[in-house]
């Protein structure tokens, strides 16, 4: 199969972020049909580095469904798994997130890449050295972060309890054994301790449903108690979508406060769902990632090692939001005012 010059050069300059080389060992996972291209881009780029690569491919009997986490078609295959646990690497571009066989990946010293966003997008996004640096900064002030207050002009006012949960950082490469990462990203996120949660959290015009790829576009209100959402209340359509989607689960779990972070990659753009026209082929990570967004989210947290195994998970983008840790201003009004976590030239 012909392989895109340009898709081969950008594999190969990610693959270099994180470290390959001789010597090791670069799966590609995929699903029956789906990523056939960068599957076969990934591994020549990884024998270019000198390292073996191999694809696992796995069928997928039950099509994707958007938001929904952790359930896909690696699972209790057992011979599949133990291939890609002797990998260095592995590039998923099946869809592992939230899983307990990623877990188990991990577990075996794979460092873990997904990579599932089209090529204009990881070329719109490729990380940088500097990005990784304050993405690590945020990760560092989550982990001794204590008392995270979110406010805005829209309403929300909001306080997470922290320290019982770890903190992950995403961006966008990985060269620690066993690191997860995500290409592209941007941003850190933990979770608030269990039942600490406290407030109100009002979606405004222009914060993003990520799981519907659409623009909120009339205020939902958001009462938040002792971390679960207990009630979701606005005039508009809004309001009634997000209460109608959670309800479609039946799983009182799907109303739980999930991760929180902020967004520092400022090559994403907040635009990109109505630049692409929500176009199928187009995901999340621009939505996730923009510079000075807030990432509210409900539903699971088995990512952080919580025991909410949902598969009903709505990340929400939310903008103009402040954020203070710790009595630390971050955000201003959707402006990173942290000297630290700045990019250039913002
Ligand atoms: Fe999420």
Known sequence: MAVDAEMLALFKAELELCKVH???VVAALTACGE??????????????LGATAFNVTVPRSKPKVAGVQGRHPLA???PAIESLKRADLVIDMMGLLFSAEQAELQAAGARVLRVME???VLRQMFPTEDLR??????????MKGKDLHITSKGGTDVRYKLSQYPVISEYGYTYERGRWDHFPSGFSFTQGNDGSVEGT????????????????QTPVRLKIERGYVTSIEGEGMDAALMRNYIESFNDPRGYAVSHIGWGLNERANWHHFAATQNLASEHVMNALSFYGNVLFSTGPNTELGGANDTPCHMDLPMRGCSVVLDDVPIIAEGKVVHPE??????
């Open 201 to 216: 959290v009002v979606l405004m015009p222009g914060d993003i449903f990520a799981a519907f790829k659409r623009y909120v």
């Open 118 to 120: 089209p090529l204009h």
């Open 341 to 346: 976590m700045r990019a250039p030239g913002h």
């Open 76 to 78: 209790g295959n057992f």
């Open 133 to 142: 640096r304050r993405v690590e900064f945020e990760r560092d002030l989550l």
């Open 22 to 24: 001789e010597g090791e």
């Open 35 to 48: 990523f056939i291209d960068y599957s076969h881009a990934f591994m020549l780029a990884a024998e270019g």
